[in-house]
């Protein structure tokens, strides 16, 4: 007769230190070397990725990889870190970046200044370069995933490791090159099932028209300087344009009146523009016109553009980017125009899970093995690695009475456990059980997968 087997009711699991910690400020000693109680935090501004929200960068990545490969980018993976002179070339002295000494930088033994990167366009730019991608089809579609680093103030949505996914298209002047950049980006965001998007679309013009307006904004604004928040009067002199960013209400006050950048756009900025307009509009992309939209970041060149979402709070910028012709060249590399941007991971993860799309939870086991006695752990160690080639299968690894294995077999979110013990052994099978329906049949060893994948 068939045994059957039953999952007892878990304990309550309690949290077991596998060693006392020492009390705070203890020191002990080992082999002479003095230890110190480990901080057992992550550093402030970082945090984990835990196995059960991995899916969420799968879904991102797949996504990722076929709306934008489908347009013909290529994947592009660049170190972590670069010579500090590659981003101090490019962000701009009046880039927040600098300004606000938010970049972590050190010296390595051979005494180089290096820069873990806030952004990924220098570092793609300088690769760029080094592998004189200028020679490759035009337009070079490059995309990468990865971190980034900025030593910023932490709240929701900012971090000080955190991740981009980051686009660049380099090789032409076109404002269709612009138009594409910024739909993939929306077809992007949308693919990941975000819908309450709003594409801020503006310009900062050409360096003649960014200077002019620059002069203008600090003529008007001189006057009225002992009125200006700390950080905007810190802005007048450096980049006043970054005022307009500005979240006091007194600054927005004193901004009322005057004209924006889009105001004193030149001839050539403004064509550009309403030509990237219209192919949106032609693509049906809605965009609203942002007047005054300005990027933390020096580089940039007519095109300037954000994509925000509804709901997840006072960081609502998924993403920006922009034109920066004239950048390669300030790398080292041929006359090369390009326009690109980079979305904040956790962010879109936070609009993500605010829309109920975000794909959450740790890989489960489709079968866990539970071996009843010594040599059923061997069988079962065995049999998991044949099965791997179909399955995921996990097991316990020393013998398990029923109800425990079974427990085990629970907590480890299996579809089905598969007991093997004396009785098993004797007619060569195994007492399966469906963890869901409660269901309990035998099955060879021979036929374990078969019979598993036909009930998945
Ligand atoms: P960015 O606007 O500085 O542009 O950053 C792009 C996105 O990264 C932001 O919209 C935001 O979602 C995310 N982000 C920035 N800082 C943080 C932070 N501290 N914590 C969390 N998320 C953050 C750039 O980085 C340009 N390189 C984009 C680009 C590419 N322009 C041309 N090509």
Redesign the pocket.
């Known amino acids: 007769m068939q045994g059957v087997y039953v999952v007892g009711v878990a304990p309550r699991v309690r949290w077991k230190h596998p060693q006392p910690m020492p009390a705070q400020g203890d020191t002990g000693t080992l082999t002479g070397v003095c230890l110190r109680p480990m901080r057992s935090r992550a550093v402030k ?1 970082t945090y984990d990725v835990l196995p059960d929200a991995q899916p969420a960068w799968t879904q991102l990545e797949r996504a990722a990889t076929r709306v934008l490969g489908h347009a013909g980018m290529q994947r592009l993976t660049t170190p972590v870190f670069e010579h500090s002179e590659v981003f101090d070339r490019s962000v701009g002295e009046s880039a927040d970046l600098v300004v606000q000494k938010e970049m972590y930088r050190f010296e390595d033994r051979g005494g180089r200044s290096l820069t873990l990167r ?5 570092g ?1 730019l300088r690769a760029f370069v080094t592998h004189g991608m200028h020679t490759w089809p035009t337009p070079v579609k490059l995309w990468s995933l990865g971190p ?1 680093f ?1 030593a ?1 103030n932490v709240q929701r ?4 490791q ?3 996914l ?3 298209f380099l090789g032409l002047p076109s404002p269709l090159l612009d138009a594409e950049a910024i739909a993939l980006l929306h077809d992007l965001l949308s693919a990941l099932g975000l819908s309450d998007l709003r594409v801020k679309l503006g310009s900062v013009g050409d360096p003649e028209d960014r200077a002019a307006y620059n002069a203008y904004l600090r003529d008007a604004l001189a006057p009225h300087a002992g009125e200006l928040s700390a950080n905007s009067r810190a802005r007048l002199d450096v980049n006043p344009m970054r005022i307009l960013d500005s979240k006091d209400e007194s600054d927005q006050a004193l901004l009322a009146g005057l004209d924006k950048p889009l105001d004193r756009l030149g001839p050539d900025a403004r064509e550009h523009l309403d030509q990237v307009a219209q192919a949106l509009s032609d693509w049906g992309i809605a965009f609203d016109m942002a007047p005054s939209i300005v ?3 020096d ?2 060149r007519r095109t300037a553009f ?1 994509i925000h979402a509804e709901g997840i709070g006072a ?1 609502s ?6 034109r ?1 012709d004239g950048l390669v060249e300030t790398l080292g590399g041929p006359p090369t125009p ?11 993860f936070d609009a993500m899970r605010e829309a109920g799309t975000l794909h959450t939870g740790a890989a489960k086991p489709d079968l866990y093995l539970v071996p009843m006695d010594d040599l059923a752990v061997t069988e079962a160690a065995e049999l998991a690695r044949s099965l791997r080639q179909r399955l995921t299968v996990t097991h316990a690894y020393t013998a398990r009475k029923p109800a425990k294995g079974l427990k085990d077999a629970d907590r480890s979110g299996a579809r089905f456990a598969a007991l093997r013990g004396e009785r098993e052994r004797a007619t060569g099978v195994w007492t399966v059980k469906n963890l869901a329906t409660g269901d309990q049949f035998e099955s060879t060893t021979e036929r374990l997968a078969d019979t598993i994948d036909g009930t998945s």
């Open positions: 501004g806030p952004e990924f366009t220098a793609v980034a900025r910023e949505g900012r971090f000080r955190f991740h981009q980051n686009a660049e990027r933390g970041l580089y940039y954000e960081q910028a998924l993403a920006g980017g922009g920066y390009g326009i690109g941007w980079a979305l904040g991971v956790e962010r879109v």
